[in-house]
């Protein structure tokens, strides 16, 4: 039969492994879109929230946040709807 202290170390090892793979450090290490919406939903939208392009993902990624669901949707950065979003979102911080 294992001692406590081998138990309790095998825990510790196996929580930090989770950790570490599941990404907790608060870094995603991947595109969080896989699918992007094209068609129009501006009103229903609460938040966007705009993550450039960095080491672990080439694309911009554009996420908005619904306002009745709380549901998160991955929008097109190249629809034309999406691009006069952000531009609004944009001058509004200028200001």
Same mark, same amino acid.
Request: net charge positive; hydrophobic share 40%; aromatic share 2%.
């Given at each position: ?23 907790? #450090? ?6 969080? $879109?896989?699918?992007? %919406?094209?068609?129009?939903?501006? /009103?229903? @939208?609460? &938040? ?17 946040? #619904? ?6 949707? $991955?929008?097109?950065? %190249?629809?034309?709807?999406?691009? /006069?979003? @952000?531009? &609004? ?7």
């Amino acid at each position: 039969m294992m001692s406590s202290r081998a138990i309790v170390t095998s825990l510790v090892v196996l929580l930090a492994f989770l950790a570490i793979s599941e990404g907790s #450090l608060g870094v995603e290490l991947h595109c969080r $879109c896989i699918l992007t %919406e094209s068609k129009p939903i501006g /009103r229903h @939208i609460a &938040k966007v929230e705009l993550i450039p392009a960095n080491s672990h993902c080439e694309e911009t990624e554009i996420i908005a946040t #619904l306002k009745n669901t709380h549901q998160e949707v $991955c929008l097109d950065p %190249e629809a034309p709807w999406v691009k /006069r979003v @952000i531009q &609004k979102i944009m001058s509004s911080r200028k200001r």
